[in-house]
């Protein structure tokens, strides 16, 4: 049974930080590549951001220079720092497994909130 768990979001004031984390199981982690995404309230669901199998990473517009995704392949996990939090980040972030067409897994969520 695959799954996938985040953990790390809560509240932060905006200029703040946050460490999020995926710890997945079921899977050969490394084979994968992995995501985040975010979806706010009344919006769809966004890429935050990405990492390849090699370590490739690639951001949305809205977060690069802000956030940064890195996996550990022998911890099973892959983690988003956020940096320089604004509200506009609030949402709730998805982690996501990819491998080809047929193998994606997403986590359940995880919740993060950016107010004063």
């Known amino acids: 049974q695959v799954q996938l768990v985040e953990s790390g979001g809560g509240l932060v004031q905006p200029g703040g930080s946050l460490r999020l984390s995926c710890s997945a199981s079921?899977?050969?982690?490394?084979?994968?590549?992995m995501g985040w995404y975010r979806q706010a309230p009344g919006k769809q669901r966004e890429l935050v951001g990405a990492?390849?199998?090699?370590?490739?990473?690639n951001y949305a517009d809205s977060v690069k220079g802000r956030f940064t995704i890195s996996r550990d392949n022998a911890k099973n996990t892959v983690y988003l720092q956020m940096n320089s939090l604004k509200p506009e980040d609030t949402a709730v972030y998805y982690c996501?497994?990819?491998?080809?067409?047929?193998?994606?897994?997403w986590g359940q969520g995880t919740q993060v909130t950016v107010s004063s």
């Open positions: 996501n497994a990819k491998l080809g067409v047929t193998g994606v897994y």
């Open positions: 079921g899977i050969i982690f490394s084979f994968y590549a």
């Open positions: 990492i390849t199998r090699s370590g490739s990473t």
